[in-house]
C-alpha cells in the first residue's frame, strides 16, 4: 500500500523537470533558426560533454553540427533537449604563442635594423 504513494511521489517530481526541459529545447529551437549556418558555436549538453563545432544545419528536431577536432568526425545531430548551454563562439584572438612570435620577429628586425646602421655609418 505505501508503494502507490511513493510511485506518485516520484512520478509528480520527475514531470516538473520534464516540462522544464520541453520548454528549454523551446528556447534553443528559436535560438538556433536566428544563427547562421556556417558560425563557430559552443554547445554544453546534459551530460557535461562540450562541443565547439560549425553549425550546419538548425531544423525542428534538432541542431546538425560538425564539431571541430584535430581528426576529423562526421556531422552530429543534437537534439536540442540535451542543450544546456548554447552560444556563438566569438574566435579566439591572439593566442600567447603567437604573441611570442610576434615579440621575438620584432626583435630581431630590430637588432638586424640596427646593426645594419652601424656597418652603415662604419663606412
Known amino acids: 500500500m505505501r508503494v502507490l504513494p511513493a510511485l506518485l511521489l ?5 514531470a516538473p523537470s520534464f516540462a522544464q526541459t520541453q520548454a528549454q529545447g523551446d528556447l534553443w529551437r528559436a535560438f538556433a533558426q ?6 563557430r558555436v559552443k554547445l ?5 560533454q562540450r562541443v565547439v563545432a560549425t553549425l550546419i544545419e538548425a531544423n525542428a528536431d534538432g541542431l ?10 562526421p556531422v ?19 593566442g ?3 604573441a611570442v612570435a610576434i615579440g621575438v620577429a620584432s626583435g630581431v628586425g630590430a ?13
Open 10 to 14: 516520484i512520478i509528480t517530481m520527475a
Open 34 to 39: 536566428k544563427v547562421d549556418v556556417g558560425t
Open 44 to 48: 554544453r549538453l546534459d551530460d557535461g
Open 64 to 73: 546538425f553540427v560538425q564539431p571541430r577536432t584535430r581528426v576529423p568526425v
Open 76 to 94: 552530429q545531430r543534437i537534439a536540442y533537449e540535451r542543450i544546456v548551454s548554447f552560444e556563438r563562439d566569438e574566435g579566439r584572438g591572439i
Open 96 to 98: 600567447a604563442a603567437k
Open 111 to 123: 637588432f638586424l635594423g640596427t646593426l645594419l646602421i652601424l656597418i652603415a655609418t662604419i663606412d
